[in-house]
């Protein structure tokens, strides 16, 4: 018996070796392959470690705000709220998908990251001085769940419960089932102040000033029209490598545009300092005054390497009009996008035909042997086009001459059975008129939108174009009240849970959710499970793809249009890093300089 004792004893002492050897804590995690930046790195690279501190940076931002509380679904948060907060760990921008200790010093999960804990800093601090705790981290997880916007019901879906491990370690076990990258979106988790929260209600909006333990705090707000951000000089993560060289501004202002024509007025005037431009028109028009001329205002296109996610006009599935395949399809033939980037985007823009463009993630040509294998178990539930044919977005030879299109797009609508009867688009069984709007937040896009419309119309079908005031606008989307709307879908190079959230089943009917175009697909519920369940980057790249083409062929929109690069207007008061990573230009590395911020008062002053 001693004998067998001393066995088990060292079979005990061995079997605790390896697993600690396993789950040994690590300062980062990367989603495949290896970190970049090793244990004890001082600052990422795109970043300047010595910047300066100092200075006011000036921002402008549409609508109104009421509220101070981004995790929910109700009012419209004020903008710039996310740097009050700290997250468990940071995101390297020059990754594709990589995460560094922030209020974790380290992270620690078996092989299969079938859990995953984190250890906190005992630095970590609220701005009222108490420590960051792990009850912090519980309660915050256990209260977005509940209590916060869908969006956390899904992304965190997989989590089956969180426990205190030790004083300062916290552990997040995971449902059974492939999830890769669960460790990382935890990873995201931003922490609330558990102290500060009770006692006050959750799930209400307030513009009382939160409590928080970031980079800045709020110093004063006009609710609706204005809100400033102070840079805590005491900040107990300031010399983190993960935050050297950047959050360098000492104050951050967001001032209030009724729209975006406004907004890049008041810029021009010098009313804020920073604008990334997304209009075309503006680009190529709007900025030709003096102060560009004389160096005053600096205009840039910064290259990035991103992906370029999906831009379209969306159909809501949830519509009767839209749940016919055929009749999206059509709809498609009548956007001349040749025609509106020569005439409208001054020849800015390429087509969007992936909902993963410019990355190695978009589906190209025919599946291979790799695709295919995913892809076959699913033949006779996904269009045919998928084994047969590469996707690309109907194409005009001639633009503003469209008359191909119509006729081909005519075509398909009459084979569905809509056909013409006095000029209008009717269903031949129903009589129902193939109508709808197509619901705007901001004038700027009327001109992108009414071409189309037009164009619609030669079909016989009427399209209403519609815009409306921010808030009208939030709520419509969050209640899925609208026909179509321009819409996006932003994508990371390394895609993973929030693929649920677009296009999974579950997602479809909950209020707030980002599913918007209703889709409810068990075969594109399975692909992403797939995506999510992915070993390593070739396997997820594959499997990506075989997504991307079921989306693709299932015409859930009208693909818009993307560009490469990053157009940023700015007064020139401002100094910048050498280097752009490859998620694009990192503002918040960005500092003001204090020789060009007096030079320019001076030249102001002198022009006055």
């Not at 990367?30 to 600052?43: D, E, I, S």
């Not at 020849?347 to 990355?359: I, L, V």
């Amino acid at each position: 018996m001693r004998r067998l004792v001393a066995v088990f004893a060292v079979f005990l002492i061995s079997m605790t070796g390896a697993r600690a050897a396993e789950v040994a804590g690590a300062h980062g995690v990367a989603m495949h392959g290896t970190l970049k930046y090793p244990a004890g790195f001082t600052h990422f690279d795109y970043v300047n470690p010595d910047a300066p501190k100092g200075g006011m940076v000036r921002l402008g931002a549409q609508g109104t705000f009421d509220s101070f509380n981004s995790f929910i679904v109700k009012g419209n948060p004020a903008a710039g709220l996310g740097f009050i907060y700290d997250n468990l760990m940071a995101s390297s921008a020059d990754e594709a998908f990589t995460e560094y200790g922030l209020l974790a010093e380290s992270v620690s999960m078996p092989e299969d990251r079938s859990w995953v804990a984190f250890t906190l800093r005992k630095e970590a601090r609220w701005h009222d001085g108490k420590p960051v705790t792990v009850e912090d981290v519980i309660w915050t997880f256990n209260t977005l769940i509940t209590k916060g916007s869908p969006f956390y019901r899904f992304y965190y879906g997989n989590v089956s419960e969180v426990v205190k491990t030790g004083e300062r370690t916290v552990r997040f076990n995971f449902k059974p089932g492939e999830n890769r990258e669960l460790p990382l979106i935890i990873g995201q988790f931003t922490i609330l102040p558990k102290h500060y929260w009770e006692g006050r209600e959750f799930d209400k909006t307030t513009l009382e000033p939160p409590l928080g333990s970031g980079p800045y705090k709020i110093e004063k707000f006009e609710a609706g029209r204005a809100i400033t951000f102070k840079r805590v000089e005491d900040w107990w993560g300031k010399d983190l490598a993960v935050n050297k060289g950047q959050y360098n501004f000492d104050r951050i202002r967001y001032d209030y545009y009724r729209d975006g024509t406004i907004a890049l007025e008041a810029f021009k005037a010098g009313e804020f300092d920073y604008r990334a431009e997304n209009s075309s028109k503006s680009w190529a028009t709007a900025y030709k005054i003096p102060y560009v001329d004389e160096g005053l205002i600096k205009l840039e296109e910064i290259s990035h390497d991103r992906s370029s996610g999906m831009q379209g006009y969306v159909f809501n599935t949830r519509r009767s009009l839209f749940k016919d395949r055929a009749v999206r399809e059509a709809l498609a033939y009548a956007f001349d996008f040749e025609w509106s980037n020569k005439n409208l985007f001054y020849g800015q823009y390429t087509r969007t035909r992936s909902y993963f463009d410019n990355s190695e993630l978009a589906a190209t040509g025919l599946p291979g042997p790799d695709e295919m294998a995913i892809l076959e178990p699913f033949r006779g539930r996904i269009p045919d086009e998928v084994f047969t044919t590469e996707y690309n977005p109907p194409k005009n030879e001639t633009p503003g001459k469209i008359r191909a299109n119509l006729r081909t797009a005519s075509k398909i609508l009459t084979d569905a059975g809509w056909v013409i009867k006095d000029k209008r688009r009717v269903n031949a069984e129903t009589g129902q008129e193939l109508a709808f709007e197509i619901l705007l937040n901001s004038p700027i896009s009327e001109r992108i939108v009414l071409p189309y419309a037009k164009n619609l119309e030669r079909l016989g079908v009427t399209a209403t174009v519609r815009t409306i005031d921010t808030s009208q606008y939030q709520r419509r989307m969050d209640t899925h009240d609208f026909d179509m709307v321009i819409g996006g879908f932003g994508q990371s190079l390394s895609p993973g849970n929030e693929q649920r959230d677009f296009w999974g089943s579950q997602a479809a009917d909950i209020e707030g959710g980002r599913n918007i175009i209703g889709i409810k697909d068990p075969v594109i519920d399975e692909l992403i499970e797939k995506i999510i369940a992915a070993p390593d980057r070739k396997q997820l790249v594959t499997t990506v793809k075989a997504l991307d083409r079921v989306l693709q062929w299932g015409h859930w929109l009208v693909p818009n249009f993307h560009s490469t690069y990053d157009r940023i207007a700015y007064w020139n008061k401002f100094g910048r890093p050498d280097i752009t990573p490859i998620q694009g230009n990192q503002f918040l590395a960005w500092w003001v300089d204090p020789a060009k911020e007096n030079l320019l008062k001076s030249k102001l002053s002198s022009a006055q």
